[in-house]
């Protein structure tokens, strides 16, 4: 089943915006406001002063947080794979789901 969306107001450099989000408000505001810091912190920099430009490199810098992010939670279930094999044989036969 769908989660149903709930439209959210949020404030991104000034200007206001009604999003439709199946997250919660809390969320969807939290989430405008790190886009918001992102391309503040970008445009403070003074490399960049076009808003359209400072909003596409913080889109691409989350992009490759989130891509990171990916990678180590990957990497983590790896882990907790190998070791989940590595000590099924100490368990009893019965709890060891083979």
Partial sequence: ???AKTSVRVT???DEYTLRSATSVEETQAIAKQVDLSIREIMSSGLVVETH???ILACLR???ELAQAQM???EL???M???SQEIRPWLPPAKRYD
């Fill in 81 to 83: 794979t190998a070791l």
């Fill in 53 to 55: 430009k400072a909003a």
């Fill in 72 to 74: 180590e939670a990957a």
């Fill in 12 to 14: 991104i450099l000034g």
């Fill in 1 to 3: 089943m769908t989660k």
């Fill in 62 to 64: 989350m992009a490759g």
């Fill in 77 to 79: 279930a790896s882990r």
